[in-house]
C-alpha cells in the first residue's frame, strides 16, 4: 500500500482535500484534554465545514479490545466515508483497530486479535499526528490489550492511506512529553537501523531520522522554535517509516515491563537501556552470536552510520550526547529513582521480555545479558 504525505497542511486545505474525494461524513478519533491543548479541535473545525463529524475519544491511553468494541459500535453508526485519526500515538492506534476490526462480529474480535486475523477495511484512513515521537502515522501496526495483555495487530491495511504532518500541532507539547516522544523516535531510528529485517530503504530512513532528531532534541526540549519543531516532526515520520520495515528490537522489549510495573512513560522507558543495548550490539565480545545472519562486518557498517549521523566521533560520544539529552529534561535515569524499589522485580522484568522485538536484534542476548542491563540501570 502507498502512503500519500502532506507536510504543513492546513485545516481550510484538508477540507479541500476531503470535499475533492466526496468525503461527506467524517469518523473522527482523538484524545481527550489534547484534542483542545494541542490545536487539534480548531484544525477540525476548520476542516469539517460542511461536513457531518462523529467523535471518538472515550479509549484507555493503552487501548484495550472494550475501547475497541466501543468505538466499532459508534463507528457502524456513524456511516462514515472517512476516518481520521488526530492525536498521539495511542490515538491513531485504535483508529487503526476499529478500521480494521469493524468488518468482523463483536464475539469474533478477541480471537481475530490474538491470531492477527483481518483482512482490511476499504474506507479511507487519514492520520494526523500531534506529537513527534509514535511513528504511528507511517505504520502497519496498532497496539490493543486483552486481559491486560499486549497484542500487536499487523497488515499492510493498516497503514494509514494518508498521513498528514502539520507541526503546529506539536508547539503547545509540554517539554516532559516532547523529551519522551523524542526518545521514542530516536531508539525507533537507532534499533531500526541495527534490527536483523533492515533494508538499505529502512536504513535510509534510520538514518534521516537519527538526524534531524539529534540536530534537534535539546532545543526542541529546552527552548523550542517554529524550525526545531517542524524537523522533529519529520524526524518522528521518518523513524515510523524505518520501523514499519525493519521493527524495533532489545530496548522496546525490555520497556514495556518498565512501563508495567512502574507507570514509566513509554519513551522514557525505551531511552532508560538504549545505551546498554548500543553497548552490547555495537561493541560485542569476541564470542557474541549474531542473529539471523548479522555478521561483525555489517555491525561495524552500523556503528559507522549511527556514528556519522548523531554528529559524534565515536560510540562513546553518541552514549554522552544521549545522557546529555536525557539532562536536558531532567529525565531521571535509574529505575531506582522512578519508583522501582525490590530487586526482586529484575527477575520478572527479564522473564517478561517481548520475545518478538527481542529476535529483531543483531546480538543473541541470554537471561545474564539482560539481567546485567536491568542491573546496571536500577
Known sequence: MIQT????????EFNAFLTKRQVSNLFVVTGKNSYKTSGAESFIDASSDGLKVVRFSDFSVNPKLED??????????????AVVAIGGGSTIDIAKSIRALAPYPSEELEERIQNNNIQG?????????????????????????????????????????TAILNHELTLNQPQYL???????????????????????????????????????????VQSPSVESRKLMHKGSYLAGRAINIAKTTAAHAMSYAFTQ???????????LSLSEFMELNLNHSQDAVFNKGITRDHLSMVQKKLVESMGCQNLEEVKT??????????????????????????????????????????????????????????
Open 121 to 161: 477495511s476499504e474506507t479511507p484512513l487519514i492520520a494526523i499526528p500531534t506529537t513527534s515521537g509514535t511513528g504511528s502515522e507511517a505504520t502497519h501496526f496498532s497496539v490493543i490489550y486483552v486481559n491486560k495483555k499486549k497484542y500487536s495487530l499487523a497488515h499492510r491495511s493498516i497503514l494509514p492511506d
Open 321 to 378: 550526547r544521549l545522557s546529555q539529552f536525557a539532562q536536558s529534561a531532567g529525565m531521571k535515569m535509574k529505575l531506582s529513582e522512578l519508583g522501582a524499589s525490590s530487586r526482586a522485580d529484575i527477575s520478572y522484568i527479564v522473564e517478561g521480555i517481548n520475545l518478538e522485538r527481542l529476535s529483531n536484534n543483531p546480538i543473541k542476548l541470554s537471561s545474564s545479558d539482560l539481567t546485567a542491563v536491568v542491573s546496571k540501570i536500577w
Open 68 to 81: 475497541v468494541r466501543e468505538g466499532i459500535n459508534l463507528y457502524r453508526k456513524s456511516d462514515c466515508d
Open 178 to 220: 516532547t523529551a519522551c516522544v523524542g526518545f521514542d523516535a530516536l531508539s525507533q531510528a537507532i534499533e531500526s537501523l541495527w534490527s536483523v529485517n533492515a533494508t538499505k530503504e529502512s536504513q535510509h530512513f534510520s538514518v534521516q531520522a537519527i538526524s534531524l532528531i539529534s540536530e534537534n532534541f535539546e532545543k526542541t
Open 5 to 12: 504525505l502532506f507536510e504543513e497542511l492546513s485545516g481550510k
Open 261 to 271: 510495573l512502574y507507570g514509566i512513560p513509554h519513551g522514557h522507558a525505551v531511552a
